[in-house]
T-cell receptor, first 113, second 115 residues
Framework: DAGVTQSPTHLIKTRGQHVTLRCSPI?????VSWYQQVLGQGPQFIFQ???????GRGNFPDRFSARQFPNYSSELNVNALLLGDSALYLC????????????FGSGTQLSVL | GESVGLHLPTLSVQEGDNSIINCAYS??????FIWYKQESGKGPQFIID?????DKRQGQRVTVLLNKTVKHLSLQIAATQPGDSAVYFC??????????????FGRGTQLTVWP
């Protein structure tokens, strides 16, 4: 069975550009969460989507946005990239029906130059 | 600061020994805790979880202990193998009122297993 899949695996951008990261959850999972992991730290929560609606947002600026599609896949968009946005962006899925166990993808490594 | 932290940033053990990774949390409302293993270049991999109505839970070669009195969580790995070398994170949910899908992670402990 396929786990959580993310694309692309690596990305290099320059300051001011925008980026779109994609995630496909485990089949049957309706909830998708996005996390940012800076080198040497634990993942930090960005967004959670369930049934195409945003259900939670972490302490990130409005430059960060996301959406969830009818097939439960999701996109994370970041505008006006800053050097500090360089990080591993992780997508996690869960059943979304009270099950809090998150399953993570391998992430997208974003480098902003 | 972060509510979930780890006492030791690094831990080195001999192959075959048991490993104990500790975690402290500060939010008494947290009722769900989970341990993840993260290898270099990969996303966090689920190891084991525990709810606050339990003190202990066992998996294959792993045991999680929860002490709510002192807000302490530990992960025990039996007969540690070189493949167990990774960064281990504990995470909490901060209570049922928090957003589903939102976990709070500590900094992690780097476990190194020597042959």
């Amino acid at each position: 069975d396929a786990g959580v899949t993310q694309s692309p695996t690596h990305l290099i951008k320059t300051r001011g550009q925008h980026v779109t990261l994609r995630c496909s959850p485990i089949s049957g999972h309706k909830s998708v969460s996005w996390y940012q992991q800076v080198l040497g730290q634990g993942p930090q929560f960005i967004f959670q989507y369930y049934e195409k609606e945003e259900r939670g947002r972490g302490n990130f600026p409005d430059r960060f946005s996301a959406r969830q599609f009818p097939n439960y896949s999701s996109e994370l968009n970041v505008n006006a990239l800053l050097l500090g946005d360089s990080a591993l962006y992780l997508c996690a899925s869960s059943l979304g029906t009270g099950d809090e166990k998150l399953f993570f993808g391998s992430g997208t490594q974003l480098s902003v130059l | 600061g972060e509510s979930v932290g780890l006492h030791l940033p690094t831990l080195s053990v001999q192959e075959g020994d048991n490993s104990i990774i500790n975690c402290a949390y500060s939010n008494s409302a947290s009722d769900y805790f989970i341990w993840y293993k993260q290898e270099s270049g990969k996303g966090p991999q689920f190891i084991i979880d525990i709810r606050s109505n339990m003190d202990k839970r066992q998996g294959q070669r792993v045991t999680v202990l929860l002490n709510k009195t002192v807000k302490h969580l530990s992960l025990q790995i039996a007969a540690t193998q070189p493949g167990d070398s990774a960064v281990y994170f504990c995470a909490e949910n901060k209570g049922r009122g928090s957003t589903l899908g939102r976990l709070y992670f500590g900094r992690g402990t780097q476990l190194t297993v020597w042959p």
